[in-house]
């Protein structure tokens, strides 16, 4: 199995920042990483695909990079609706996996 | 725009079979795969497997024997079966379409607690 390593496992950030979150894939999976926002008590929400290509709907201040094993989620200036908890997961071959999250709080 | 909703117990006795059923409305199931994955309380996300509306299926191996995705497309639903459930198994069970051209999980239900315990 592709293990799918995030960090930070947390975040404390301010409304207004620039944060970054990496995900780490065990082997090389080209641009195939997806990122999805979870907030408590709902379901995963999709964000960002292929790596790098904004899901219609998201706003400009998310954004997606890497290739290969590394891979970094960014959001620009932090709104009050952007504290959650993040997932990254692979689709390069089966089984599906996700990282384990990383939540950023206020 | 199609929605998806999860059904079934929420209490489930160790040893038996959990059965959950995720039912699609405002659109076709044709061209997309069916999928289920479960959260465990304060963890992360675990994908179960998905189903295409011809029958064909993938498990995660860690479930394999023990899972059964089937889909009714008549009724524009599709199910899961999980036996031999331990405590290990109780979790938020989401039901979500997978679009396999882009390997993402675009449409999510709202998701049912199951937990497992006598």
């Known amino acids: 199995d592709i293990q799918m390593t995030q960090s930070p496992s947390s975040l404390s950030a301010s409304v207004g920042d620039r944060v970054t979150i990496t995900c780490q894939a065990s082997?090389?999976?080209?641009?195939?990483l997806n990122w999805y926002q979870q907030k408590l008590g709902k379901a995963p929400k999709l964000v960002i695909y292929?790596?790098?290509t904004l899901e219609t709907g998201v706003p400009s201040r998310f954004s997606g990079s890497g290739s290969g094993t590394d891979f970094t989620l960014t959001i620009s200036g932090l709104q009050p609706e952007d504290f959650a908890t993040y997932y990254c997961q692979h689709y390069d071959g089966y089984p599906i996996t996700f990282g384990q999250g990383t939540r950023l709080e206020i | 725009q199609v929605q998806l909703q999860e059904s079934g117990p929420g209490l489930v006795r160790p040893s038996e079979t959990l059965s959950l059923t995720c039912t699609v409305s405002g659109g076709s199931t044709s061209g997309y795969y069916w999928s289920w994955i479960r959260q465990p309380p304060g963890k992360g996300l675990e994908w179960t497997g998905y189903?295409?509306?011809?029958?064909?299926?993938n498990y995660n191996p860690s479930l394999k024997s023990r899972v059964t995705i089937s889909m009714d497309t008549s009724k524009h639903q599709f199910s899961l079966h999980l036996s031999s459930v331990t405590s290990a198994d109780t979790a938020v069970y989401y039901c979500?379409?997978?679009?396999?051209?882009?390997?993402?999980?675009?449409?999510w239900g709202q998701g049912t607690m199951v937990t497992v315990s006598s």
């Open positions: 292929d790596a790098s």
């Open positions: 189903i295409y509306p011809s029958g064909s299926t």
């Open positions: 082997q090389d999976i080209g641009n195939f």
């Open positions: 979500a379409r997978y679009n396999w051209n882009v390997g993402h999980f675009d449409i």
